[in-house]
């Protein structure tokens, strides 16, 4: 079996011309949970979406393997179906496309709402409109575990939940997609989530760069609330 799932090596990245990632090392393996924690503006999302190779970011240096294949030039779609798989932070409404249709179109399977708790009503809404936050993130949900993916990135998946929704959708995270051992990458600013998936690695972003790499979680997110990011500069580096 191959080792490494996913490896970033040193790689800067701009957005319009903006630098905006400076240098990212990154590994993770297959059936492994790992946090990225980082304040706002720090490059979360843009390292989430260079992942999934969303094209408005360019790569001026450095390189993205898959299953230690390079795929640093290949389209979204390529790495979807490799199984890359993001939960936008904040996904689309569109109108006249209802939920269940494009579970069964992604999956081809007809999706079980009883399985996972939901009421029939929800998946014949129209998508994400007039969706709480919560409906949102469990519409991200489903659709990712549709495509079943080896990978998940779930762009703050966190942020506007109350404590009983994020457990709700922890417990299916763990059910669906950590208990079959898919790997997660968490990525958070709060980082509420971490309490109920505990990450074996938690990787924390400053100004575009990882500057810890830590596998107390708690120790990480004691830290920040106490000092802030700048204090995690001093954090001892596990992998580099
Ligand atoms: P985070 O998710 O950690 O809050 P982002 O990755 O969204 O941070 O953004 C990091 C920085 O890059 C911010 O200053 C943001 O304004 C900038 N940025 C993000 N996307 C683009 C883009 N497409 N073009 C220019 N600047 C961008
Ligand atoms: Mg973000």
Not at 70 to 77: R, Y
Not at 99 to 108: A, D, N, V
Not at 133 to 145: F, N, T
Not at 146 to 172: H, N, R, T
Request: contains cysteine; glycine residues 8%.
């Amino acid at each position: 079996m191959i080792k490494m799932l996913l490896t970033l090596k040193n790689l800067y990245v701009a957005g319009n011309g903006k630098k905006i990632l400076n240098g990212i090392d990154f590994q993770i393996r297959h059936n492994e949970v790992q946090a990225l924690l980082g304040p706002n503006g720090s490059g979360k999302s843009t390292l989430a979406q260079v992942i999934l190779g969303n094209p408005k970011y360019e790569i001026i240096k450095g390189g993205i393997f898959f299953e230690e294949r390079e795929i640093t030039k290949l389209s979204m779609e390529k790495r979807a179906k490799l199984g890359i798989a993001l939960s936008w932070q904040s996904p689309p409404a569109i109108k006249g496309v209802k939920l269940s249709q494009l579970l069964e179109k992604i999956s081809k399977i007809k999706f079980e709402s009883k399985k996972l708790d939901l009421t029939p009503r929800f998946l014949e809404r129209e998508l994400n409109l007039e969706f709480s936050g919560g409906e949102k993130k469990l519409s991200e949900l489903l659709q990712i575990l549709s495509l079943k993916p080896k990978l998940v990135i779930f762009d703050e998946i966190d942020s506007g939940l109350d404590i009983k929704k994020l457990e709700k959708v922890a417990k299916i995270i763990k059910k669906e997609l950590v208990a079959k051992g898919i790997s997660i990458l968490l990525i958070t600013h709060s980082g509420t989530i971490l309490r109920f998936l505990k990450p074996k690695i938690t990787n924390v972003i400053l100004n575009g760069k990882i500057i810890c790499k830590e596998k107390d979680y708690k120790k990480v997110l004691r830290t920040i609330r106490k000092y802030d990011y700048e204090k995690c500069k001093k954090c001892k580096l596990l992998a580099d």
